[in-house]
């Protein structure tokens, strides 16, 4: 038996277990070994039977009998029951409708359970427990005082698990594992080795060890994270690049032309990429701000820079920009909004998306644009002349040649993957400036770790004078006041987004099918008992990509008052006269993830309201979503967020590929710096890893998966 053997070479193992194994994608004996308890349940919580009483919730520990099933009273509920006996008495157990737990069971075995303690016609029992079957030995306290709660999934017990990585602990497979992290880090962090921290993590004898081998994997994952990270970022930095000697005086012309003022912030992001324009080695950075930051101000200032630079030992041409965004109808957006910015200067944009192709200016008529084809565009892109090419994917297209591709600009990055970025930037042999944009606030740990690779800056003041969204908490009891607020704005003429509840789901394409659902059935209910006389219209992401582009098209030229959505679907377009926003199932989103989908009605120039509708009267929920009403950016909610909520809230696994011991990371600032100052040690001085063979195998075989979707 080594590391990577197969359980079902070694152990017997069910067809039910095979598919439970599955689908928590575990397949060999390490995946098992990586695979940790949620928490531990206490031996010392146990209590004994013979002293509980009434009312309690309790935790009891003994051997089953007496199980059978039968239908119970008049009203033919199916029933099971069975009675629990300790060292010290004996306690009946009953569930009602869910008799099939009692088949679980097996009769006569030792099983723990929880739950309430009833009475009835003056005899305890306990309804409807929690009820596990648990190793013998487990009864005898002295032997382990901890015992590991596995995570839960249909067809694999704790008890299961536990017993398989016992008989892994007895293999002796344990003396050969190596442990990957460098002595040096773990003593300066005061981490357990690996062999240690697998026994600690699975059977911990006291608490503290359970905690401190926590704390060594969750180290462990972070720093992988960073490792690989660090490794993108050191090979993009030796990279040759275009150096663009753009000063600050250079620039102020082009920044006095906005219809504004800038902010500070806006001038301090421009100065930071100006200064990485210098360097020898091509910048890769990350603009964060919150939805109507003003990102593509300073975008716009970056590719002046680039547009008014010429190519290296050359008096003629232009360095050119790539701009890539996640929609045509972003896209088409973006190329609007270059042309404003743009007309007083010499300067050729194009446009390029699946439906065609335009260019400004135009011969014929100079103040705009004109269609032309894709061939032309194809050609005039590769002599140089098209100094801006905004686009959707499109633009990674093999076909797309630039002659001096400088910069490229990725707007919403977080919908392209890192695959498809180094795409872009590896199109030619000098490599282009990188500049990543996103409105998705997310806490400074998480930005640290997976955009390790790159710079960042913040966005984090949002220009003067602009409208305040009215944000409303609201409880049930107070929808239809709303409605009539909302109702009076439409009949102003007005449009409204109604974003329906996240769904948490373990399978995502059944996820998907519910959200789907519930749009198109609240979709109707609104149209039948509140809003009978406007047009409504849904949108969700089991639509065709088609489908889509139409309704947001149809909700931009007013032909939809009212558009249903879900939350995981973007609406991507600027629609400036939609001033309302209904988010229902409130409780179920983060505030910063509120936050953003709220900033859709910060567009225009109506006074813009967001009706956050909250399904709960619970004093502390409310409380939670009160901060969305006093919280400056997004960024300030992500954090609040990250402190607020348990790690699992923030749904780490699934929208970061982090496990919850990841994810208790994130929460803690120390230890995602350690883990960042390490990696940068080790790859700025052996970038390939070969001093360390170990961390270079886990880093390639083990592979972080990282998702960015
Ligand atoms: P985002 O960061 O969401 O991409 P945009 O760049 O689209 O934001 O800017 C949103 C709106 O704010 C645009 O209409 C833009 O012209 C305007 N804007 C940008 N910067 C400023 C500023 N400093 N002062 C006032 N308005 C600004
Ligand atoms: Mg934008």
């Not at 001096?404 to 000098?430: N, Y």
């Not at 009978?532 to 219209?537: A, M």
Request: charged content about 30%; aromatic content about 8%.
């Amino acid at each position: 038996m080594d590391l990577d053997t197969r359980l079902k070479e070694v152990f017997r193992i069910s067809e039910a277990q095979e598919r439970a194994l599955k689908r928590i994608n575990i397949s060999s004996i390490k995946d098992l070994l990586y695979y940790f308890p949620t928490r531990y349940s206490n031996a010392t919580q146990v209590t004994k039977i013979a002293s509980i009483h009434k009312g309690e919730y309790v935790l009891i520990f003994g051997r089953i009998s007496g199980l059978k099933t039968s239908k119970a009273f008049r009203k033919k509920i199916s029933m099971a029951e069975g009675v629990i006996t300790d060292d010290t008495g004996k306690v009946k157990i009953v569930w009602f409708h869910q008799a099939y737990l009692a088949k679980m069971i097996t009769e006569g075995s030792f099983v723990k359970a929880e739950g309430k303690v009833t009475e009835r016609r003056g005899g305890l029992y306990i309804s409807n427990p929690k009820i596990e079957n648990v190793p013998d030995l487990f009864t005898n306290a002295k032997i382990h005082t901890l015992y590991p709660i596995y995570p839960e999934t249909k067809g694999l017990t704790s008890n299961w698990i536990y017993h398989k990585i016992h008989k892994i602990f007895n293999s002796q497979i344990l003396d050969k594992i190596l442990d990957p992290i460098p002595q040096s880090i773990l003593e300066t962090y005061k981490l357990p080795d690996l062999k240690k921290s697998l026994i600690w993590i699975h059977t911990p004898k006291k608490e503290e060890h359970a905690q401190a081998a926590r704390k060594r994997f969750a180290f462990e994952e972070i720093f992988f994270i960073q490792l690989e990270r660090q490794q993108t970022r050191q090979e993009f930095k030796k990279r040759d690049t275009f150096v663009i000697d753009k000063k600050a005086d250079d620039i102020t012309g082009f920044i006095e032309r906005f219809p504004f003022k800038a902010t500070d912030a806006q001038k301090k992001c421009i100065e930071d990429i100006l200064k990485d324009f210098h360097a020898k080695h091509p910048m890769s950075r990350l603009l964060e701000g919150d939805v109507g930051s003003g990102k593509t101000a300073v975008a716009a200032t970056a590719v002046y820079a680039v547009a008014t630079s010429k190519p290296k030992n050359q008096d003629f041409g232009t360095l050119q920009t790539a701009y890539m965004a996640p929609t045509e109808i972003l896209a088409k957006q973006h190329f609007e909004s270059f042309i404003k910015y743009f007309k007083h200067l010499p300067i050729n944009i194009a446009l390029i998306t699946g439906s065609g192709c335009r260019k400004f200016p135009s011969k014929l008529n100079p103040d705009g644009w004109t269609d032309i084809s894709r061939t032309q565009l194809l050609k005039w892109v590769a002599s140089g002349e098209i100094a801006v090419l905004i686009g959707t994917h499109t633009l990674i297209q093999k076909a797309v040649k630039f002659k001096h591709l400088a910069l490229v600009i990725v707007d919403e990055q977080h919908r392209f993957g890192t695959a498809q970025r180094q795409k872009l930037v590896s199109k030619t042999e000098v490599t282009p400036h990188l500049l990543s944009m996103t409105a998705t606030p997310i806490p400074r740990t998480l930005a640290l770790t997976f955009y390790g690779d790159l710079d960042l800056s913040l966005l984090d003041e949002m220009p003067l004078g602009r409208k305040k969204i009215i944000t409303e908490i609201v409880t049930p009891e107070r929808r239809n006041s709303s409605y009539e607020k909302i109702k009076e704005e439409l009949a102003t003429g007005r449009q409204l987004y109604v974003i329906c509840p996240r769904i948490d789901e373990p399978d995502p394409t059944k996820e998907l099918a519910i959200q789907a659902k519930s749009v198109q059935e609240e979709a109707k209910r609104l149209k039948k008992e509140v809003f009978p006389d406007y047009e409504i219209d849904i949108l969700h992401s089991k639509m065709k990509p088609v489908e889509k582009e139409k309704v947001m098209q149809d909700f931009q030229d007013k032909k939809i008052d009212i558009l249903v959505a879900t939350s995981v679907v973007e609406v991507g377009v600027n629609v400036e006269n939609a001033s309302l926003i209904v988010i229902e199932g409130a409780e179920r989103f983060g505030l910063a993830q509120l936050h953003q989908l709220r900033g859709r009605v910060l567009r225009g120039t109506h006074q813009p309201y967001c009706f956050i509708f909250a399904d709960t009267k619970s004093a502390k929920t409310i409380e939670r979503l009160k901060a969305i009403k006093t919280a400056r950016n997004g960024f300030e909610l992500a954090e609040f967020d990250l402190i607020q909520r348990g790690a699992g809230e923030l749904r780490g696994s699934k929208q970061w590929g982090l496990s919850d011991l990841g994810m208790e990371a994130i929460k803690n600032i120390k230890m995602v710096e350690a883990a960042r100052r390490e990696a940068i040690n080790i790859i700025d001085a052996d970038m390939t890893l070969s001093q360390f063979p170990l961390l270079k195998e886990q880093l390639n075989t083990h592979s972080v998966q990282i998702h960015f979707e």
